[in-house]
């Protein structure tokens, strides 16, 4: 049997999530870290404790190290100038979510890196939990029937000192970009694309001129329907990290944050509860019964790191491609727009613009 070598991996920002990219590719065998860029004085420190090179410029490091793949951990607004440096390179990326700021741009970095033939895998690391594949593939297989009906929920209590940065206080930087856009993908991945979105968002909880809270309705391109709730304001543990054990920092609090309904039944998701009647003729007067589905345990982000292997060296396709990404990208600048503007907004609007 012959061994691979492992894949040299370059980091491009060492910040919050960068730094938990790095720990996962020092510890997989199937990868090194060569080097890191980031122009923070504290990175110097960090890649030395690493034992990896330092750059302040990541297109020196693009130039001088010898990288099969790079790993994109940057603010999102130097995603797609970085991702087209990795292009032009012809470095396969896992890229951190969100794709781009802005469908036209996400459009231009998938174009291109669709033309040059580079594979890009984005960080919607959910996509990779067992109990979002097992939903999916539950959904697919007409497990819970055509669907109907969805239901979710994201409340959380961010830390006051959290807004300290006073982008967070501002329009764009709240939860509907930063976090509500797991969950669309998750929506999207598990039920189905999205058509038209409608919502109402609030900013009394907090007086910041960005939302706190919000309600969000979605169709679904299927005919099903689905609504969404979202705070920062409320403690709960009914937030996908939290409920799902599969995050990096956050502890593990075994509850259900979404919902799909369906002809035949209701899932409840992360801990897998299929609802349903004894017998398919069961309507409302009769017992409902829990089944469980069973997907098999295992880490979200490791898995993620292994199919990004596999994807750079062009042996399994993305679980989140480029342009699936730019999808969900769009729904959820649809849901900003629709809540700003206070009317139902089409997802195909925010194509039709670039
Ligand atoms: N998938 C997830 O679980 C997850 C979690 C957190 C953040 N993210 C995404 O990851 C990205 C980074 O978020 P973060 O929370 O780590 O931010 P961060 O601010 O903690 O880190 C960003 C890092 O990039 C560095 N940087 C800035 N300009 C640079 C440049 N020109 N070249 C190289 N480095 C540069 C900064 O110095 C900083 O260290 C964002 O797009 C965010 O949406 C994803």
């Known amino acids: 049997m012959t061994t691979k070598p492992p894949l040299r991996i370059g980091l491009l920002g060492a910040g919050l999530i960068g730094r938990e990219h790095a720990t996962l590719v020092l510890k997989h065998p199937g990868t090194v870290l060569v080097a890191l860029a980031d122009p923070s004085p504290e990175a110097v420190g960090y890649a030395a404790s690493l034992g ?29 100038e970085a991702g087209l440096a990795c292009v032009e390179r012809q470095l396969p990326m896992l890229m951190e979510k969100p ?7 996400a459009m231009r970095l998938v174009d291109a890196a669709e033309a040059a033939g580079v594979p890009m895998l984005v960080g919607h690391h959910r996509r990779h939990s067992p109990d979002i594949r097992e939903a999916r593939r539950a959904v697919q297989a007409g497990e819970l029937g055509d669907i109907v009906a969805v239901n979710g929920m994201w409340l959380v209590k961010k830390q006051d000192r959290y807004f300290d940065a006073a982008w967070r206080r501002q329009p764009g930087g709240g939860p509907m970009l930063i976090n509500l856009i797991h969950d669309i993908d998750c929506l999207r991945y598990m039920c189905g694309d999205i058509e038209s979105v409608q ?5 009394q909880a907090r007086g910041f001129a960005v939302e706190d809270t919000a309600a969000v309705i979605f169709r679904f391109t299927s005919g099903a329907l689905g609504t969404f709730m979202m705070s920062d304001v409320v403690p709960s543990p009914f937030t996908y990290d939290v409920t799902s054990g ?6 593990h609090e075994p509850e259900n944050c979404y919902y799909i309904g369906g002809r035949k039944g209701t899932l409840a998701l992360p801990m897998m509860h299929l609802w349903g009647h004894e ?3 069961g309507d409302w007067r009769d017992r409902t019964v829990r089944r469980g589905l069973q997907p098999v345990f295992s880490s979200a982000y490791v898995n993620q790191l292994e199919n990004f292997i596999a994807v750079a060296r062009r042996e399994a396709e993305p679980v989140v491609p480029g342009r ?17 503007e206070g009317r139902p907004v089409p997802v195909a609007e925010l194509f039709a613009e670039t």
Do not use: C, G, W
């Open 324 to 340: 699936d990404a730019m999808q969900t990208l769009a729904v959820t600048l649809a849901v900003d727009r629709a809540a700003r």
């Open 199 to 203: 919502a109402i968002a609030s900013s």
């Open 279 to 281: 017998t398919a003729d």
């Open 99 to 105: 794709i781009a700021e802005n469908v036209a741009a």
């Open 52 to 80: 990896v090179p330092h750059y302040a410029s990541y297109l020196e490091m693009l130039d001088k190290e010898a990288l099969d793949a790079v790993i994109v951990a940057l603010p999102n607004a130097l995603h797609v």
């Open 246 to 251: 599969q995050a990096l920092y956050f502890h």
